[in-house]
C-alpha cells in the first residue's frame, strides 16, 4: 500500500505564502508523475499543478506565475509553493501520484487527505 500526506496548509493573509508538502510512502518502486488540485466549497475538482517524473511542469493560468511545483525524488515528496495568494485561492489542496509498487508493475494513482489552505482578505 501507498500513503501520500500533505502538510503546510493553514490561514494566510492576501499576498502571503504558503508552502504545501505530500510524502509519499509504503511499498513504492517507483513514482511517475505527481500534482496537486484543489477543491473550494461549491466548486468542482480542479487541477492547480503537476510534475513529470523528469519535472516537466504544468499550471492552470489561474496559478501560473504564482505557485511553483517542485519534487524531491530522494524523498518522494512533492512540494507547491504558493505565492501572492489571493482570497479566491482558498480550498482544500489534494496531492496525488501515479506509483508503481513493488507488488504490482502497473501504475495506480494514490491520492492523499487534503489540507486547507485559507487566504483572508
Known amino acids: 500500500q501507498v500513503q501520500l500526506v500533505e502538510s503546510g496548509g493553514g490561514l494566510v493573509q492576501a499576498g502571503g505564502s504558503l508552502r504545501l508538502s505530500c510524502a509519499a510512502s509504503g511499498s513504492i518502486n517507483s513514482i511517475n508523475a505527481m500534482a496537486w488540485y484543489r477543491q473550494a466549497p461549491g466548486k468542482q475538482r480542479e487541477l492547480v499543478a503537476s510534475i513529470t517524473s523528469d519535472s516537466k511542469t504544468n499550471y492552470p493560468d489561474s496559478v501560473k506565475g504564482r505557485f511553483t511545483i517542485s519534487r524531491d525524488n530522494a524523498k518522494n515528496t512533492v512540494y507547491l509553493q504558493m505565492n501572492s495568494l489571493k482570497p479566491e485561492d482558498t480550498a482544500v489542496y489534494t496531492c496525488?501520484?501515479?506509483?508503481?509498487?513493488?507488488?504490482?508493475?502497473?501504475?495506480?494513482?494514490?491520492w492523499g487527505q487534503g489540507t486547507q489552505v485559507t487566504v483572508s482578505s
Open positions: 496525488n501520484a501515479l506509483v508503481t509498487t513493488v507488488t504490482w508493475a502497473r501504475p495506480q494513482l494514490y
